[in-house]
């Protein structure tokens, strides 16, 4: 899919989504959700990415949230949001599951976890308890 709304990048095991909507202050609507769901799907199934970063574009905002004109807009036109109907990244992760267990590189003093099904984890400091399940950085 091509993105309009957003950039999703990876490097270095780090994939990079950034909302690109900083004229609204990057608040989200159906068609900027969909190319997260996109993106974050492509996370998920991408093996030698690791961890995801969000970001927001521009220097006003990481995220209005809603797009409250696009919301508007539908209503005014008759429209109705239908609950869990394109809608998955609108809270960022509901009704999205994207394990990623923590992982090291070979050889650190951490565990590595690469081959792991996803699950708890043993603590073995602060950070590895529980792995992240896509979870928005701010």
Not at 82 to 107: D, H, Q
Request: aromatic letters at 8%; hydrophobic letters at 40%; one cysteine or more.
């Amino acid at each position: 899919m091509a993105h309009e709304f957003i950039t999703y990048r990876v490097a270095d095991r780090i994939a990079y989504v950034t909302i690109n909507r900083p004229q609204v202050m990057n608040a989200l609507h159906p068609a900027a959700n969909a190319e997260m769901l996109d993106a974050f799907i492509s996370f998920r199934d991408d093996d030698d990415a690791w961890i995801a970063i969000l970001t927001g574009a521009g220097d006003r905002a990481f995220s209005a949230g809603d797009d409250l004109r696009a919301t508007a807009e539908r209503t005014a036109r008759g429209e109705q949001r239908v609950a869990g109907a394109g809608v998955a990244l609108g809270g960022i992760t509901v009704g999205f599951e994207c394990p990623k267990p923590p992982r090291s590189e070979p050889g650190a003093d951490t565990p590595n976890w690469a081959n792991s099904e996803p699950g708890p984890y043993p603590s073995s400091g602060p950070g590895w308890s529980t792995p992240a399940v896509c979870t928005a950085v701010t």
